[in-house]
Each structure stands twice: as structure tokens, then as C-alpha cells.
């Protein structure tokens, strides 16, 4: 049996010298559908801690929807 799956899109972003950073999601239910959209500014912080935490935050945000 197939089960077709969710589909999410993440991306962080950490901007020049003074490091200010901020992280976005969207979910997609298996039918297409837009079910979450959600961004959070992380303040001063390095390119690696912002990518580590979209995919935490996602991960968090799919588990408050019971995904």
C-alpha cells in the first residue's frame, strides 16, 4: 500500500557582518495543500546554527501536527 507523503521546504538565511538570521518553513499535506507556513527571527547567530535550526523547528513544527 502506498501513502503519499508530506512535503515540507526549508531554507535559513544569516545575513552579513552583523550575522542577524532568520529561518522559514511551508508544509505540504500529501494532496498539495499549503497545511503550515511559518518563519523566526533567530537574531545574531552563524550560518550553520540557522540551518541546524530550521530543520529542528521543522522537525518540531510536524511533530506539534502529529506528521
Same mark, same amino acid.
Given at each position: 500500500?502506498?501513502?503519499?507523503?508530506f512535503?515540507?521546504?526549508? &531554507?535559513?538565511?544569516?545575513?552579513?557582518?552583523q550575522?542577524l538570521?532568520f529561518t522559514a518553513?511551508?508544509?505540504?499535506?500529501?494532496?498539495?495543500?499549503?497545511?503550515?507556513?511559518?518563519?523566526?527571527?533567530?537574531?545574531?547567530?552563524?550560518?550553520?546554527?540557522?540551518?541546524?535550526?530550521?530543520?529542528?523547528?521543522?522537525?518540531?513544527?510536524?511533530?506539534?501536527? &502529529?506528521?
Amino acid at each position: 500500500m502506498f501513502v503519499a507523503p508530506f512535503v515540507s521546504f526549508v &531554507d535559513g538565511f544569516c545575513r552579513g557582518t552583523q550575522n542577524l538570521s532568520f529561518t522559514a518553513w511551508v508544509i505540504y499535506d500529501p494532496h498539495g495543500e499549503l497545511i503550515d507556513i511559518q518563519g523566526i527571527f533567530l537574531g545574531q547567530t552563524t550560518n550553520n546554527i540557522v540551518e541546524y535550526s530550521t530543520v529542528i523547528e521543522l522537525f518540531s513544527e510536524a511533530i506539534s501536527l &502529529d506528521i
